[in-house]
């Protein structure tokens, strides 16, 4: 029941009216009763023990700037209404009503809205009221789900969450890539440990995405060091809580939901036709001094081939090539003619997708239970090869009553990932794909793949497969002795098997006469041929012991919890290899006959923890939250083997004091926060880096005893037993508010924290010692930021919309490190992560004698034969001279900081509405600021020789005579001069994508009666719509990395879907 404030309250309210929100349906449902009487609308609105609401807005709906706030004892009165008109009541925390006034006096009960004062967020075992969380703690729930064809949970996650950063990592798009993702930005610099967030699934560690979408009921995530602490060691750097649907009591329900889909590549690059590629590279080598790398042969076949001169079906000049007289092949590079677009003919356009989940729920006051299976069958890009992925989820969830004192939860899940694809689908494929010239050819006469082309490798060069399988049984027990004291035993086991194999197979190219030949595979010998399989196993155990008492005495609510918690890893791997296969046709290593070599390892972690937490809270006014935490790791040895890590938090809920009155009728909850605390990382690189070892295996040696390699062993390194705790320190102020009775809502964070005594490089040994320095606790890093969440919900007549939106924003900056030369190349104290530096530019010289002029003053060390079309860098220090000095803090020349690649202002919108039936929703996602420098092939096409060079429509906007107001410089083959580090062509990575549009309709129940059918929806949803950015064409400002380059991925994808909701 909420308490009314009187006398105060009507004085300083009486003069406000308050619009309406979302409203009720009927009358009766609110207990509304009239009596006859004539003249102004009044009446009287009572809470559910007839007490008088005082300042509940009462408006008409139609014209809200006329009503009425209640007084003292919950009457109101309005002159001027007309009978007929709809009246909107509404009062902090209840249900808003909706009643038609035919000229009777009113009597109104408004009910509590109970879901709204009682909405619970998931914390660190177990639930709080939203109202009373006084740590960072956001939470999204089963809608950010719904319909969205994504391929795991991660990308659905993408942007919901302010502080929670998802980002593509090296496997670009490829069907089963895995997002990176970050809790308020890098905890570490990778320089000897990670600092990932703990993901909790129903409570216990796993990877998200095996988790089904549809199965998920929400996501919390827990930011700050109070929040968090009572994970400890593996929640450093924040927690995910990801809870799974349960049974509810009542009839069995049954749910479908399916979809078909559609994607294609975005951002993929457009190669120049062959006439301005061949001109293009024929300019770079004049420019670089070089002779022509087309002749006026090449050219006019080329012309012939695009005009379709060449008719004749039976000769190669139709397929645009012609024959090598030495060694009757065809030709590619020289000698071909064609026009072809590589990555056109690489990726399919719409590659089909089908999923499918059905879930089963339902039960008793005793027992409820929830069944699910899901099915994911995808095709992937490739138009060569096999390119397949499928993914199978059986989850289970039984809750059981047993007595009143007594039940056990228990929750199955199994999920298994197929991936299919050819071996040579590697990091060099996508490298090698721009370096492929359109003027090469598909197929010869004979109908073959031409050669060195890819194509015969990914059809015919083997393939490799993934099957990943998980499978996590957990059992709960409950004891509740005593009203609110409540005992948990938890054990949970995690297992997880990989089995990973691949072959490549020898290849044949055709020659004029249709006659075979082996190829180089990749470079090597022709006609090679090997077989690789690689089994791992991972088991996983974890046990909770923990018991709370809850307990409130005159307003003041506390709560005490404490446990224990025991956590064991294990793993091992076992490898085999072999090559020369003795068919092709039974690809394993039983059919391999040289080079064959095992290897297996083994690893194990064990960890414990005791931990605590004290909640209290007086009338949800004054609220304090204190934990502690004391952890051990098996990484660690001796007396740093233990830690201890405390954590605290308060709260004011402002909105619950007296003098707050006045503005209660605009905001409704207004809570200041604040935290502290410790926690520590155990996250080494290393599961035992106090274990001095001595690697052994076969042929790591080149000596030969009897004619054969043995085993030998390496010296071991030095190892640091020293090793300890990361600690990680935050502190974190904040606020979180409803207003316009919470139809907007929001919340707001400010933080600080420090990663202390991480692992990095340490000072060198001397020389004579023949051995490195071993890593140890010598760095700190700080990391800081903010981070907004905002909400708009309301509805106009039987329109329902919302807005929501949300922006983060994080730095790093190195506080220690051991650098004492101030290496440029190195770790800084000082230095932000993801600075650039680089030379500053004036710009692209118009004419030779501009450049002479420029270089009089500022001539680069490095080039020669500058020209008009060279890029002018600037001099800095004033010395003549360009260059980077020592590459030092204290002498870097004519280096700036000219930028930084750590993506800033992260920002997702959401706008929803729904209208009889008919929904839509619109989630825009991006990055407001962010530099890039982009020095690779992709970005210059003509670079570092005509075999390591590209050429995409972009680049055809260079420098020239009749195109001086060109983007690119004067293309040349060389890597030395116009391509440094610099403020021309630093990239803006910043970019705004609709990350996903959907429109569903649900169709009226009246219909869906007729055939037993409880609802059916029915929707369109695409994702990846389109992009707005700034980067070079080139590029998707999502997919930056690649280990040959940046954007050498596979590419993300625009996906259509079509799907039905259906329940039973």
Request: proline share 4%; hydrophobic share 35%.
């Given at each position: ?15 406000f009216l308050f619009s309406g929100t979302v409203y009720a349906t009927t009358n009766e449902e609110h207990g ?152 308020r930005g890098s905890g570490t610099i990778g320089t000897g440990s990670s600092g990932s967030p703990l993901v ?865």
């Open positions: 029941m909420l308490k009314h404030y009187r006398p105060i309250a009507a004085l300083l309210i009486g003069s509304v009763r009239s009596v006859q009487q004539e003249g102004a609308c009044t009446g009287t609105v009572l809470d559910e023990t007839g007490m008088g609401i005082i300042g509940a807005s009462v408006v008409i709906k139609d014209n809200r700037t006329v009503g009425s706030v209640t007084d003292l004892d919950g009457k109101f009165r309005i002159p001027s209404a007309k009978r007929g008109d709809v009246l909107v009541i509404t009062y902090i925390g209840y249900k808003p009503v909706e009643v038609t006034w035919n000229g009777t006096p009113l009597n109104i009960t408004l009910m509590e809205d109970t879901e709204l004062l009682d909405e619970v967020v998931v914390v660190g075992y177990g639930t709080q009221k939203k109202v009373n969380v006084t740590g960072a703690v956001s939470m999204v729930d089963d809608k950010v789900f719904e319909s969205r064809p994504v391929q795991n949970v991660a990308q659905a996650l993408q942007g919901q969450i302010p502080g929670l950063t998802m980002s593509v990592g090296n496997s670009g798009g490829t069907l089963d890539s895995e997002l990176n993702f970050s809790i909790l699934i129903d409570g216990i560690e796993g990877n998200m995405n095996t988790v089904n979408p549809n199965d998920i009921a929400s996501v919390s995530v827990l930011k700050d060091a109070s929040s968090a602490s009572i994970y400890g060691a593996r929640a450093a750097f924040g927690v995910i809580l990801i809870t799974t649907k349960n049974g509810q009591a009542g009839k069995t329900r049954v749910n479908y939901t399916g979809n078909v889909r559609f994607s294609t590549a975005i951002q993929v690059p457009e190669m120049m036709n062959s006439w301005d590629f061949a001109n293009y590279f024929n300019t770079a080598a004049t420019n670089d001094g070089s002779a022509p790398v087309f002749n006026e042969e090449a050219l006019n076949n080329i012309k012939t081939y695009l005009e379709g001169g060449f008719t004749d079906p039976t000769t190669p000049e139709y397929y645009g090539t012609s024959i090598n007289p030495q060694n009757n092949r065809y030709r590619n590079y020289d000698g071909a003619f064609a026009n072809t677009d590589w990555f056109q003919e690489f990726y399919r356009k719409n590659a089909p997708a089908h999923e499918h989940n059905l879930s089963i729920s339902g039960g008793s006051e005793k027992m409820t239970y929830m069944l699910s299976g899901n099915f994911l069958n995808q095709l992937g890009l490739l138009r060569h090869g096999e390119d397949k992925f499928n993914r199978y989820t059986l989850n289970g969830k039984f809750n059981i009553k047993i007595t009143d004192w007594l039940s056990v939860n228990y929750t199955t899940k199994w999920t298994r990932e197929d991936y299919d694809r050819p071996t040579y689908l590697t990091a060099l494929f996508y490298h090698n794909i721009a370096r492929r010239w359109p003027t090469c050819f598909v197929r010869d006469p004979h109908g073959h793949w031409a050669p060195d082309m890819e194509i015969i490798q990914l059809e015919e060069g083997g393939k490799q497969n993934d099957q990943k399988n998980w499978v996590t049984n957990q059992l709960q027990v409950v004891l509740e002795p005593i009203k609110d004291w409540h005992i948990n035993l938890e054990g949970s086991m995690r297992q997880y098997h990989r089995a990973y194999g691949w072959a490549v197979l020898p290849i044949y190219g055709y020659d004029a006469n249709n006659q075979p030949y082996l190829l180089s595979w990749n470079g090597g010998a022709a006609g090679y041929s090997e077989a690789q399989e690689v089994r791992e196993a991972e088991d996983y155990f974890s046990t909770n012991l923990y018991t709370d008492y809850s307990k409130t005495i005159n307003g003041h609510y506390f709560k005490v919890l404490a446990g224990f918690n025991a956590e064991l890893y294990r793993g091992n791997n076992l490898s085999g290899f072999g090559t020369d296969l003795i068919t092709a046709s039974v690809p394993q290593l039983s059919t391999t006959q040289d080079n064959q070599k095992t290897s297996n390892g083994a690893n194990e972690l064990a960890m414990a923890g005791f931990f605590g937490r004290i909640n209290y809270n007086w009338n949800e006014r004054y609220i304090l939250e204190a934990n502690l935490r004391y952890d051990g790791s098996s990484r660690f040895i001796g007396d740093k083997r233990w830690g201890l890590f405390p954590s605290f938090s308060a709260g004011w809920n402002v909105a619950r004091e007296e003098f707050f009155e006045p503005l209660a009728p605009w905001i409704n909850t207004l809570k200041l926060r604040g935290s502290w605390g410790q926690l520590g990382n155990n996250e080494l690189d290393s599961y035992y880096p106090f274990y001095q070892s001595m690697p052994t295996g076969v042929n790591s040696t080149s000596w030969l005893i009897n004619g054969q390699k043995l085993n030998a062993a390496s010296l071991p390194g030095i190892v640091n037993s020293l090793f300890t705790w990361e600690t990680i320190e935050s502190w974190d102020i904040g606020f979180d508010w409803g207003a316009f009775n919470n139809r907007f809502t929001g919340s707001f964070s400010y933080y600080n924290r420090w990663t202390k005594d991480m692992v990095a490089a340490a000072p060198p040994l001397p020389g004579i010692l023949g051995a490195s320095s071993p890593k140890m606790n010598n760095a700190d890093l700080k990391s800081y930021g903010w981070e907004i969440e905002l909400s708009w919900r309301d509805r106009i007549a039987d329109f329902n919309y919302g807005v929501r939106f949300v922006l983060d924003d994080n730095q790093q900056k190195i506080t220690k490190y051991y650098n004492p030369t101030g290496d440029l190349n190195s770790y800084y104290v000082g230095r932000m992560i993801g600075e650039i530096w680089g030379y500053t530019t004036v710009g692209i010289a118009q004419s030779q004698e501009e450049m002479d002029a420029h270089l009089a003053n500022n001539r680069p060390n490095w080039g020669t034969s500058w020209q008009a079309g060279d890029v002018m860098y600037k001099d800095l220090n004033g010395d003549g001279v360009v260059n980077g000095g020592s590459q030092t803090l204290s002498n870097h020349g004519d280096l700036s900081i000219i930028g930084n690649n750590t993506p800033r202002y992260k920002f997702g919108l959401t706008l929803d509405g729904a209208w009889k039936g008919l929904d839509f929703s619109l989630f825009f996602q991006g990055v407001m600021k962010r530099d890039y420098w982009l020095g690779d092939v992709y970005f210059w096409g003509a670079q570092g020789g005509m075999w390591q060079s590209a050429g995409f429509v972009e680049h055809l906007d260079y420098w020239s005579e009749d195109n001086r107001d060109a983007y690119y410089p004067r293309p040349y083959f060389g890597t030395n001069k116009n391509q440094q580090t610099q403020t021309r062509y630093l990239q803006n990575a910043a970019y705004l994508r609709l990350k996903n549009l959907q429109v569903g309709y649900t169709l009226p129940k009246k219909w869906m009666d007729r055939i037993g059918v409880e609802s059916l929806r029915v929707y369109f949803s695409a994702d990846n719509v389109f992009t707005v950015s700034s980067i070079s064409g080139v590029y998707d400002p999502e997919l930056l990395g690649g280990d040959w380059g940046s954007g050498k991925l596979y590419p993300l994808q625009r996906t259509w879907s079509l799907g039905l909701n259906l329940n039973f």
